[in-house]
């Protein structure tokens, strides 16, 4: 089961994701994410923290194996998986979970392909107090285990919905949330301008984002630039814009 989890298929299949890592496994617990089982090997027991959270997979789970550190290796995707792997059931987000105030900071993700950025983003809207990150199609899996580990944990905690642009245009309508799109050639984004609840659209690095939703832009908004630099990471760009956006409010 875990080597199919590995795999997109198979954790849309089963309806489960993996977590690799001591601090991360401790942070499903604490938010009460349902636990399917766990693998351990003899270095998760090296430290006192790794005995503590061993415990605690014995009182959250029946399905416990411990195996050899070759074993374990094999059944990670990480170089050092510090001695466990967990099988949890993800959290199932939705749009009506998404709490809207009048300086409500949303951000979305318009083919975001690589997970790790996808990851990093989630941890910095956390961070920044955005009130929850929407995925579009064409972006990574917030349950890819690259993604579910850039997060830190912030994906059990933070309201992560991933859906058709169609819909979320809707919901954005419905709820008077104005929709922002990073790109350049933009006008330089410094605040929030007194604006209502917003969402900061970024995508791809490549190709920008998609054309739905960049025709329901209020503002096409933009980090200036020193010359002769072209773009930023996405993730990094991200964390600017939300800054931007969120330090008043």
Do not use: Y
């Amino acid at each position: 089961m875990i080597r199919d989890l590995h795999r997109r298929r198979g954790r849309e299949r089963r309806g489960l994701a993996l977590l690799e890592g001591v601090r991360l496994v401790e942070e499903a617990i604490a938010t009460g994410v349902a636990l399917r089982g766990a693998v351990t090997s003899a270095a998760l027991e090296g430290t006192p923290r790794g005995r503590a959270l061993k415990a605690l997979l014995r009182e959250r789970t029946s399905r416990l194996e411990e195996v050899e550190e070759e074993a374990l290796t094999t059944l990670a995707t990480t170089e050092h998986p510090q001695g466990v792997v967990a099988v949890i059931e993800p959290p199932v987000w939705t749009l009506d979970q998404i709490r809207l105030g009048p300086s409500a900071t949303l951000l979305m993700l318009d083919g975001v392909q690589d997970p790790g950025n996808v990851g990093a983003m989630v941890r910095t809207a956390a961070g920044l107090g955005a009130q929850g990150v929407i995925a579009l199609p064409g972006t990574a899996e917030f349950t890819n285990p690259k993604a579910l580990r850039g997060t830190m944990g912030a994906f059990f905690r933070l309201p992560c919905v991933a859906a058709a642009a169609p819909v979320v245009r809707d919901w954005l309508g419905e709820n008077r949330v104005a929709v922002w799109v990073a790109e350049t050639g933009g006008e330089p984004l410094r605040g929030r301008d007194g604006a209502g609840p917003l969402a900061l659209v970024l995508g791809n690095e490549g190709a920008g984002p998609g054309p739905e939703l960049t025709a329901a832009a209020a503002r096409r908004v933009a980090i200036p630039l020193a010359a002769g630099v072209e773009s930023l990471n996405v993730a990094v760009a991200a964390g600017i814009l939300l800054w931007e956006v969120t330090r008043g409010g």
